[in-house]
């Protein structure tokens, strides 16, 4: 049973594409409609020789040091959609089918891949060399939701970016391939996109291949057509024109709105699937400059507003974004899992659950809510872009309250 792939997207703009020596990154994380994604931070650590980590079904080494990490995820799982880490690098994950049926045995999830490879790699090429090296030693396999009834399973495909290049990922089973981004815009979403440029492999990939049948060794290899089920690998990404035709110009703004639109089909809202949380990250290509992320925190961007966290020593942590937790008592963590679903809905998700009725039910007062909120968002891409601009060293205070703030400010409009 080959269940469609959640249509995702996740665009990386360089320049010339994009503003003033600014990366620019972002992602739709389309997933089933009812699935709660909270926004977490986890701080640098320290870890003791021989200790493990306990990823969302299994148990791995851990290392010796993990950078900190900010991360939008599915809050049943141990892994994130997406997110980035004190380096700047950000991390997003496609759930791809291919020819080759995804494991239903429990291993490594495509979105545990992401937090490991942000919580290791302090470059994109680091985080796509330990994300290989985990799938070659532990594989990648298991459900993807938090559905009791059928396990639904997928291969995976990253898009990983730092302020330098961007790499784009794709795997099935253990084998990947790899392609380099250092320039204009790139969009992947839920189907393979690597052709004949490829810029790192996996060593036997090819050999694979021609064992298989699937390759004669005479054509040039083209990823895509190798490992899609037929006619699958069709240009999928409708937002790139749209970024493409910034001229130059790709913004925070731009980016946000590309994930906001109906219209082209990136921001989902189907039968089946939502866009749960949203992501946009600006990576200056100046270290000296830190770099915003924005985050959601909450379903349909369309809907929600883009609230920036910067990295910096003690930064303030936002329990309302934060779903509550079960510890051991989650029925995902239990054998058999997902026997039940317990209420994963953090402070902010129910406050746009209301807002949402008031949208619907009175639209006077919803339109004049939703001015509200994005000049809230506006007031929010302004400080950052003045930090982003100006000539001083920022001040860690300023922004260690930065997320915490916009959230409570964006809850007190809903009381």
Same mark, same amino acid.
């Given at each position: 049973r080959m269940a469609?792939a959640?249509?995702?997207?996740?665009?990386?703009?360089f320049?010339?594409?994009?503003k003033?020596?600014?990366?620019?990154?972002?992602?739709?994380? !389309?997933?089933p409609?009812?699935?709660?994604?909270?926004?977490?931070y986890?701080?640098?650590?320290?870890?003791?020789?021989g200790?493990?980590?306990?990823?969302?079904?299994?148990?791995?080494?851990?290392?010796?040091k993990?950078?900190?990490?900010?991360?939008?995820?599915?809050?049943?799982?141990?892994?994130?959609?997406?997110?980035?880490?004190e380096?700047?690098v950000?991390?997003?994950?496609? !759930?791809v089918?291919?020819?080759?049926?995804?494991?239903?045995?429990?291993?490594?999830?495509?979105?545990?891949?992401?937090?490991?490879?942000?919580?290791?790699?302090?470059?994109?090429?680091?985080?796509?060399?330990?994300?290989?090296a985990?799938?070659?030693?532990?594989?990648?396999?298991?459900?993807?939701?938090?559905?009791?009834?059928?396990?639904?399973?997928?291969?995976?495909?990253f898009?990983?970016?730092?302020?330098?290049e961007?790499?784009i990922l794709?795997?099935?089973?253990?084998?990947?391939?790899?392609?380099?981004?250092?320039e204009?815009?790139?969009?992947?979403?839920?189907?393979?996109?690597?052709?004949?440029?490829?810029?790192?492999?996996?060593?036997?990939?090819r050999?694979?291949?021609?064992?298989?049948?699937?390759?004669?060794?005479d &054509?040039?290899f083209?990823?895509?057509?190798?490992?899609?089920? !037929?006619?699958?690998?069709?240009?999928?990404?409708?937002?790139?024109?749209?970024l493409?035709?910034?001229?130059?110009?790709?913004?925070?703004?731009a980016?946000?709105?590309?994930?906001?639109?109906?219209?082209?089909?990136?921001?989902?809202?189907?039968? &089946?699937?939502?866009?749960?949380?949203?992501?946009?990250?600006v990576?200056?290509?100046?270290?000296?400059?830190?770099?915003?992320?924005?985050?959601?925190?909450?379903?349909?961007?369309s809907r929600?507003?883009f609230?920036?966290?910067?990295?910096?020593?003690?930064?303030?942590?936002?329990p309302k974004?934060?779903?509550?937790?079960?510890?051991?008592?989650?029925?995902?963590?239990?054998?058999?899992?997902?026997?039940?679903?317990?209420?994963?809905?953090h402070?902010?998700?129910k406050?746009h659950?209301?807002?949402?009725?008031?949208?619907?039910?009175?639209?006077?007062?919803g339109?004049?809510?939703m001015?509200?909120?994005?000049?809230?968002?506006?007031?929010?891409?302004?400080?950052?872009?003045?930090?982003?601009t100006?000539?001083?060293v920022?001040?860690?205070?300023?922004v260690?309250?930065?997320f915490?703030?916009?959230?409570?400010?964006?809850?007190?409009?809903?009381?």
């Open positions: 469609a959640p249509p995702s997207y996740c665009f990386v703009a320049p010339p594409c994009s003033d020596g600014l990366v620019v990154f972002g992602k739709n994380s !389309a997933r409609r009812d699935e709660v994604q909270e926004v977490v986890f701080a640098a650590a320290a870890h003791d020789p200790s493990k980590v306990e990823c969302t079904y299994i148990e791995i080494e851990q290392v010796p993990t950078h900190a990490v900010v991360l939008s995820r599915p809050s049943w799982l141990w892994g994130a959609e997406m997110g980035a880490n380096h700047g950000c991390v997003a994950n496609e !759930a089918v291919t020819r080759e049926p995804a494991s239903e045995s429990e291993a490594l999830l495509g979105m545990d891949l992401v937090r490991l490879g942000l919580e290791r790699g302090a470059t994109a090429k680091e985080a796509l060399d330990v994300i290989v985990l799938l070659e030693e532990h594989g990648q396999g298991g459900n993807y939701y938090e559905d009791g009834s059928s396990c639904h399973t997928f291969q995976s495909a898009l990983i970016v730092d302020r330098n961007a790499w794709e795997t099935s089973g253990k084998y990947w391939a790899a392609e380099k981004i250092t204009g815009v790139k969009c992947i979403c839920n189907q393979l996109s690597l052709t004949t440029k490829i810029d790192a492999e996996h060593p036997e990939l050999n694979y291949v021609r064992n298989q049948g699937w390759w004669n060794g &054509s040039d083209n990823f895509s057509e190798v490992f899609s089920l !037929a006619d699958d690998h069709l240009a999928c990404c409708s937002g790139k024109e749209s493409e035709k910034q001229g130059g110009d790709v913004s925070a703004q980016m946000i709105d590309v994930l906001r639109d109906k219209d082209s089909g990136v921001c989902v809202d189907s039968e &089946s699937f939502l866009t749960t949380a949203s992501i946009v990250s990576l200056p290509q100046d270290p000296s400059f830190p770099c915003v992320h924005y985050f959601t925190g909450t379903p349909d961007p929600s507003i609230k920036p966290f910067i990295f910096v020593d003690d930064v303030k942590l936002v974004v934060q779903s509550p937790s079960f510890g051991n008592d989650d029925p995902a963590k239990k054998i058999p899992r997902f026997q039940e679903k317990p209420d994963r809905r402070e902010l998700y406050a659950e209301w807002a949402r009725s008031l949208l619907e039910n009175d639209q006077d007062k339109q004049k809510l001015r509200i909120m994005l000049d809230l968002e506006k007031q929010g891409l302004e400080a950052m872009e003045d930090i982003l100006r000539t001083e920022l001040d860690p205070a300023e260690v309250d930065l915490y703030d916009c959230v409570d400010t964006e809850l007190k409009f809903f009381k």
